[in-house]
């Protein structure tokens, strides 16, 4: 069975940061890709960043570029998305969920298939 497992969500002031977290299992991690969505409220899903587990290559939203890091740990089949620099319009449910390996690059939610339970992330002004 497919499982996404979120965790590091939180309330972080504007400018802070946070980590967050996505283990997987029940799949070869290596042959998917990983990303990371959101959803604010009364808003669509949108793509984040995403990773491709088998060629390392990645995708970010323009509104993160420089802010946002992800990663992968194949050996603990764990995803990351190292958030810096956070502002007020980050706040959002967020989801990993899993793609075909390359569909990283183009990072939409509708290419991703199996998703985890989510983590909200509130940033305050």
């Known amino acids: 069975e497919v499982q996404l497992v979120e965790s590091g969500g939180g309330l972080v002031q504007a400018g802070g940061s946070l980590r967050l977290s996505c283990a997987a299992s029940?799949?070869?991690?290596?042959?998917?890709?990983i990303g990371w969505f959101r959803q604010a409220p009364g808003k669509e899903r949108e793509g984040v960043s995403c990773?491709?587990?088998?060629?390392?290559?990645?995708y970010y939203a323009d509104s993160v570029k420089g802010r946002f890091t992800i990663s992968s740990d194949s050996a603990k089949n764990t995803v990351y998305l190292q958030m810096n620099s956070l502002k007020p319009e980050d706040t959002a449910d967020y989801y990993c969920?899993?793609?075909?390996?390359?569909?990283?690059?183009?990072?939409?939610?509708?290419?991703?298939?199996?998703w985890g339970q989510g983590t909200q992330v509130t940033v305050s002004s």
């Open positions: 029940g799949f070869t991690f290596d042959d998917y890709a």
């Open positions: 969920a899993r793609g075909g390996s390359y569909y990283y690059t183009r990072c939409r939610p509708d290419d991703f298939a199996s």
């Open positions: 990773i491709g587990n088998s060629d390392g290559g990645t």
